[in-house]
Every structure is written in structure tokens, then in C-alpha cells.
């Protein structure tokens, strides 16, 4: 058996409690980690209240949770990349609050002793986000790309991922964060009314693609003038978010795995001493309600991580 925080049906955070579950050995390309921490993300608080219930339906009790760091306690046939007592991070397809999870081989990675579990465990899901959107969008070296939400977690990744492959990024935040944004090689621009007047002053050669992370709606139009099409705009908040204005949504579902890119060049980042991965607030695993809380309010410079 193994202990976890789940939630048997949807509502506010107090209907996040323990559970005990039972605690299976790794199939084919499988590994079992004993977990170290698990990073928060606004999905798992999406989940938990049934807003996404028509999109990502979960079977109850449901355990959230999508990016971990542990110690390799087991592995299944076919694994030859890990090996007991390695200690990894990466993604897993829910189940992270929880002491034990396990996860495809696929979507680990080893992490290094100059990494923190804290550090690691924030970092999977907003790497392979970044990584993903820059592959879906096809943004190219010498391009422009706006991003709205720039200051939250994946845009923080997003932003570094960027410069190191030379793409230029025009980020909307609020004033209190443009020296960050600044700090992570972005131009900064306020949103709000006026938008596309700023962004055009901050990018006089255009824009070619754009990424809406905010969820408003006024931007997801604002990004298909700017850029010239729908094609070129992606959202990374709900399905909901773009359909008004025909853009695609990605929530991971691609057939392509990023995994493997992304924590590649996080590590790449990370190496060269140049990662800059904020952590909002660390609380344990029995305090997963608060972290929701905190999620869900939003305006968060830095990723909630929990410890187990």
C-alpha cells in the first residue's frame, strides 16, 4: 500500500483528503519512484473543481498530480535507462500526490546532484509545456513570438527556452513583473486595453506567432490581429479558450513526446548555471488543500511544490 491525497468527487479544496491505494509493480517500460516532491500546477485544481470535466473526465477517487522527483524504487521489463536508487524526475499521467507513483520510462529523466528535489520537481511539466508549444507553434530562430502570461510558471520556462535558441519574445504582465520578464530576455508589455498598440511599439517588425497562457479572451483576439491568422496562435488554458476565434488548444495529447527535448534543455540551462526556476511556496503533501488555494488564486511568480 501506498499513501496519497485524492479527492472522490469534484468541489473547493477541502474535498482533497488521504487514501491509501494499493501499491503495484512496474509493467513493460514502467518504473515505480518513491516520491520526494510534486509540483502544483493550475490543471490539478481545474480537475479537482469539474471545471474540465467535459474535456478530461477522471475516474474516482482521483489522485492529482503530474510532475514528481524520487528515487527509482522498481523497474519493469525493457528498462535499461534506470536503474533502483537512481534519482530521476519527470512527468506522470496523474497520481503524483502520493509517496509512490509509477510512470513510462518515456517520460523520465536522471537528475543531477547540483538539482534540488524541490527545483526538479517544478520543472517537468513547464519544460515539456515549452517545449511543446514551441514545437506546435514552429517558432524559428529570428522570430517573434508573443507570450500572455509571461510571469507565470510556463512562461517563465518558455521565455529561457526562447532566448537560448534565438527567438525574440514580447511578454504581457503586469508592471510589478517587467523587470523579471526583463531579467529572462523578454520585452515587457502591459496588457489590457491599448494591447496591440504597445505590442506593436515594442515589436516595430512584427509578430509571428503568439501563445495565450492568460486565458482572456481579448488577447486570444488581440494575438490573431497581431500575427495575421488563427493558425498562428495557440492556448495553453482551456479548449474553450480559442474556440470563438478558431485557435488550437494543446494539452499534451500531441503524438509527438516532448519529454525527452525539454528537460534536455532545462538540464542544458541548468549546467550552464543560467536556469532561473522560482519556487512560490513548499508545503507537504498533507497540506495539499492549501497549495490549491494558493494555485487558485492566481498571480504567482514561481511554482507550489509539495514534499512527501
Known amino acids: 500500500m501506498t499513501k496519497a491525497i485524492a479527492f472522490a468527487h469534484y468541489g473547493d479544496p477541502d474535498v482533497l ?3 491509501d491505494l494499493d501499491l503495484p509493480g512496474p509493467g513493460p517500460r514502467q518504473v515505480r519512484v518513491a516520491v520526494r516532491a510534486v509540483g502544483v500546477n493550475p490543471l490539478d485544481h ?11 473526465p477522471v475516474v474516482f477517487p482521483s489522485v492529482p498530480g503530474y510532475e514528481v522527483a524520487g528515487v527509482v524504487e522498481a523497474v519493469g ?5 534506470f536503474a533502483v536508487g537512481d534519482q530521476v524526475f519527470g512527468s506522470v499521467q496523474g497520481g503524483g500526490y502520493a509517496e509512490h507513483v509509477l510512470t513510462d520510462a518515456d517520460l523520465l529523466a536522471h537528475k543531477p546532484a547540483s538539482l534540488d528535489w524541490v527545483e526538479a520537481a517544478a520543472l ?8 511543446r508549444i514551441l514545437g506546435v507553434l514552429g517558432v524559428q530562430p529570428g522570430e517573434t513570438l508573443l507570450v500572455h502570461g ?13 532566448r537560448a535558441r534565438g527567438i525574440t519574445v514580447v511578454g504581457t504582465a503586469s508592471e510589478a513583473n517587467h523587470d523579471y520578464l526583463r531579467e ?16 506593436r511599439a515594442a515589436a516595430p517588425g512584427g509578430v509571428d506567432r503568439a501563445l495565450d497562457a492568460s486565458g482572456k479572451a481579448d488577447e486570444v483576439a488581440v494575438s490573431v490581429e ?3 491568422s488563427a493558425d498562428r496562435v495557440l492556448t ?11 485557435v488550437r488548444f494543446t494539452g499534451g495529447d500531441e503524438v509527438e513526446r516532448y519529454h525527452p527535448r525539454a528537460f534536455a534543455a532545462a538540464l542544458a540551462l541548468h549546467e550552464a548555471g543560467a536556469l532561473v526556476l522560482p519556487i512560490h511556496r513548499t508545503l507537504p503533501l498533507a497540506e495539499a488543500a492549501e497549495a490549491h488555494r494558493l494555485s487558485e488564486h492566481g498571480h504567482l511568480r514561481g511554482k507550489i511544490v509539495l514534499t512527501v
Open 236 to 246: 495553453i488554458t482551456s479548449p474553450l479558450a480559442g474556440q470563438q476565434h478558431g
Open 150 to 162: 509571461a510571469a507565470g510558471g510556463v512562461g517563465t520556462l518558455l521565455l529561457q527556452f526562447a
Open 124 to 131: 517537468p511539466v513547464a519544460a515539456e509545456t515549452s517545449e
Open 17 to 19: 483528503g488521504p487514501i
Open 226 to 228: 497581431l500575427t495575421g
Open 77 to 81: 521489463a525493457e528498462v535499461a535507462e
Open 184 to 199: 529572462l530576455g523578454a520585452i515587457p508589455v502591459t496588457y489590457g486595453e491599448g494591447l496591440a498598440e504597445r505590442v
Open 46 to 56: 481545474k480537475l479537482r473543481s469539474g471545471a474540465l470535466d467535459g474535456f478530461f
